[in-house]
């Protein structure tokens, strides 16, 4: 019988690699069986073709590469949201000043020295 050894992983392997260890690396690849968060989630959609590529890109020892997936377009999403937060933030800070800067021009010129009792 032709029974496909741990170690070899033939063409038209369709054989699912996870082993059970499901975190993700900064990479945005699974730790455990080196695939990408979509190509977890979306295993069981992927066609026979597809899931051979993936298997022989893990067997040779490469990481999912960041393009392939949808976690930069996110980050980028996330990292806008923020980068708009913090620039309300700095506008509301600069207003805040310049009211202070005002107001205390405006009390200094119309301010004067306390006037001694002697």
Do not use: Y
């Not at 509301?92 to 306390?114: D, F, Y």
């Amino acid at each position: 019988m032709s029974e496909n050894p741990v170690g070899d992983i033939s063409k038209k392997d369709t054989r699912n690699p996870c082993i059970g260890l499901c975190r993700f690396g900064g990479d945005g690849a699974c730790l455990g069986c080196h695939r990408s968060k979509v190509e977890v989630k979306g295993w069981k959609r992927l066609g026979d073709a597809a899931k051979a590529a993936i298997n022989r890109r893990i067997a040779q020892g490469l990481q999912a590469e960041p393009s392939e997936a949808k976690a930069p377009r996110k980050r980028l999403r996330k990292l806008d949201r923020k980068i708009g937060k913090l620039e309300s933030k700095l506008a509301a800070l600069r207003a805040e000043r310049e009211r202070v800067a005002e107001a205390g021009s405006g009390s200094k010129a119309g301010r004067q020295p306390p006037k001694s009792s002697r």
